[in-house]
């Protein structure tokens, strides 16, 4: 990845943030809750929803999956991939111990999904053991070309820049943040990274409680 290649990726993430704090201000008589305690929490919603695209997933058991499967529920996606050396391993432990001490409630409202970056070697049997490791329950989705995953990941501005497969042991350069997905299969907002454990304990049953 060259110099301007990082440059473009961490600008576009920037902005996303950045347009997300200050619609939120905008909105904050509007909220329920404490508007600011879920800023302060990385909690940044954004004043309207957004559809997903419709495009093809597989899940973890490898069942056909549509985006707007994911309806009924809050959903967290997380973009990472089963070989990252470091951010995509600590968020998935943080989401773990995150939802171990949400109210049983909010637990019921939520669903912790993995939107693979590395379809080459994230298969379904990969995606099912890796997340085994930290929660049976958290889901895993990938696609069968990197371009339906782009689309994804860029209709929720959370981009990521593919891989050089052809390299031994590469790695995928991908964002910390989670799409933040409402029950009625829209986005709704993002979580940033890092993660703040303690703050998101408290806010994410607040969230939660919106329609």
């Given amino acids: 990845m060259t110099r301007t290649q990082k440059t473009v990726f961490i600008l576009a993430a920037v902005i996303a943030v950045i ?22 929490a990385g909690i940044i919603l954004l004043p ?10 597989t899940d973890q058991d490898g069942q056909p999956v549509a985006m707007d499967g994911l309806k009924d529920k809050w959903s967290l996606l997380f973009f990472g991939y089963t070989f990252c050396p470091d951010i995509c391993p600590t968020t998935l432990a943080q989401l773990r111990q995150i939802k171990s001490e949400l109210p049983p409630e909010a637990v019921d409202k939520l669903q912790i999904v993995l939107v693979s970056v590395d379809p080459n070697r994230d298969t379904p049997k990969q995606l099912k053991q890796y997340l085994g490791y930290f929660d049976p329950q958290f ?11 782009q689309k994804l990941a860029n209709a929720v501005s959370i981009p990521f ?37 303690q703050k998101l304990v408290a806010q994410l049953p607040e969230m939660l409680k919106r329609k």
Wanted: hydrophobic letters at 35%.
């Fill in 139 to 149: 889901k895993g989705l990938t696609a069968a070309s990197v371009e339906d995953l």
């Fill in 19 to 40: 347009l997300g704090l200050t619609i939120n201000k905008v909105l904050s008589s509007k909220g329920q809750g404490d508007p600011t305690a879920l800023i302060d």
């Fill in 161 to 197: 820049i593919p891989a050089d497969t052809s390299k031994p042991n590469y790695t995928v350069d991908h964002s910390g943040n989670l799409a933040v997905i409402g029950p009625d299969g829209k986005q709704r907002g993002f979580i940033r990274a890092p993660l703040n454990n």
């Fill in 48 to 57: 309207q929803s957004r559809n997903l695209p419709d495009v093809k997933m």
